[in-house]
Nanobody, 126 residues
Framework: VQLQASGGGLVQAGGSLRLSCAAS????????MGWFRQAPGKEREFVAV????????YYQGSVKGRFTIIRDRAENTVILQMNSLKPEDTAVYYC????????????????????WGQGTLVTVSS
């Protein structure tokens, strides 16, 4: 499986960006798809996850209500719609795939993900 993340860029605070994660090599059926981010000098942190089969989602508290993760079955793509962006959202964003058998709390941990995209940079200016 190869994951290709795209959609990053420079945006002013309060603006929006739409990140995409496209998979090649197989479908996401049976997987959970997550987004993580890593800011300069900080550890990688969980952002959001969606179960491909059920569509069930879970968000990190700081992005809840501003970010939305959705799946596009036809395009085999996972989208992270980011609204009301803040300077503290600046980071490299990574998409990843984990077996869907994990419980939601485990899916907030980077270590359970088997496949990772290359990352896309999001910069939010104040």
């Amino acid at each position: 499986v190869q994951l290709q993340a795209s959609g990053g860029g420079l945006v002013q605070a309060g603006g929006s960006l739409r990140l995409s994660c496209a998979a090649s090599g197989r479908t996401f059926s049976g997987y959970a798809m997550g987004w993580f981010r890593q800011a300069p000098g900080k550890e990688r942190e969980f952002v959001a996850v969606i179960r491909w089969s059920s569509g069930m989602t879970y968000y990190q508290g700081s992005v809840k209500g501003r970010f939305t993760i959705i799946r596009d079955r036809a395009e085999n793509t996972v989208i992270l719609q980011m609204n009301s962006l803040k300077p503290e959202d600046t980071a490299v964003y990574y998409c990843a795939a984990a077996p869907g058998t994990y419980i939601m709390s485990a899916l907030t941990t980077a270590g359970v993900y088997d496949y990772w995209g290359q990352g896309t940079l999001v910069t939010v200016s104040s």
